[in-house]
């Protein structure tokens, strides 16, 4: 792919696999917007990038200032959505269905919002990139509510990239990625479950955010890959 003529707008681009992201399309030779919501934290992460980048603090979750974002942006190739949510793990027997629903909220919905949006600025064939979880995959206790809400966007992959052709649509599910999305539970927490995946993984390590932005980024260059959802987990599903 020509990188140099491709303009891509990454949902979630100011940390974690949204920003490895950022930079594999940036050094590529692409024109990126790097989105998310706090101006602050987006010019700190994009600082010394160089290349084609700009970005543009908003809320993903207001279809309002997705409409106003898309409207004003003009044609562009390919959507990466990499929004974060976090709520909804647990036992479900003690699952807080509120904080369920808030997870959601907080990266079903945007995902959706965005992308319904973003239809009559992305070119016909370009292409529409969710980013899910191996939890939809995997049966492993404490994840039922997380798998609900990346299983409930994976279920709409191979539709979605029939109702929408020539514009392709795929996912990346990615499993244990070292990111700060971790940084909401305690450290020891965070430590012992690394140690653990470490240990357990075939590939024997946790993953790291360029792992997925890799996969991510053959997403958007493999003009033949439409309906796909990627497992970019290290194994996790298969244990
Ligand atoms: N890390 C993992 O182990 C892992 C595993 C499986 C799946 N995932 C999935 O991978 C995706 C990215 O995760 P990550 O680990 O890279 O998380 P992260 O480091 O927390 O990054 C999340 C990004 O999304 C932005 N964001 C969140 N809500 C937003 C909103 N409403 N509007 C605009 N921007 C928003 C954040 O910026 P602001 O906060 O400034 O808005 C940030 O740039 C998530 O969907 C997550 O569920 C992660």
């Known amino acids: 792919m020509d990188w140099q003529n491709q303009k891509v707008v990454v949902l979630g681009g100011s940390s974690g696999i949204g920003l490895a992201l ?6 590529a030779g692409a024109s990126v917007v790097a989105v998310g919501r706090d101006r602050a934290k987006l010019d700190d992460a994009l600082l010394g990038i160089g290349g084609q980048v700009t970005s543009e603090a908003l809320d993903c979750a207001d279809r309002a200032a997705l409409g106003h974002f898309f409207g004003g942006l003009g044609r ?15 036992p479900f027997a003690e699952l807080d269905l509120a904080a369920l629903r808030r997870g959601f909220e907080a990266k079903f919905w945007p995902q959706l919002e965005a992308a319904q949006t973003a239809l009559p600025t ?17 049966a492993n206790p404490g994840t039922a ?15 979605l990239a029939r109702e929408l052709a020539p514009l392709r649509v795929n996912a990346v599910s990615p499993g244990v990625i070292d990111t700060p999305w971790w940084d909401r539970f305690p450290a020891s ?17 946790v993953g790291q955010a360029d792992d997925v932005a890799h996969a991510l980024q053959f997403l958007l ?6 309906g796909a959802v990627i497992e970019c987990d290290g194994g996790l599903r298969l244990l």
Not at 145 to 158: D, R, T, V
Not at 189 to 205: D, I, N
């Open 22 to 27: 950022v930079k594999r399309l940036v050094a």
């Open 76 to 90: 562009i190739d390919h959507l990466v959505m990499t929004l974060s949510g976090g709520e909804g793990a647990g």
């Open 122 to 138: 992305l070119r016909r064939d370009g292409s529409l990139t969710f980013l899910t979880a191996i939890s939809a995959r995997i």
């Open 145 to 159: 509510g997380l798998g609900a809400i990346n299983g409930a966007l994976e279920s709409m992959i191979g539709t």
């Open 189 to 205: 927490v965070k430590s012992e479950l690394f140690r653990q995946q470490s240990e357990t993984l075939p590939v024997r390590r």
């Open 221 to 226: 260059e493999n003009t033949f890959m439409t």
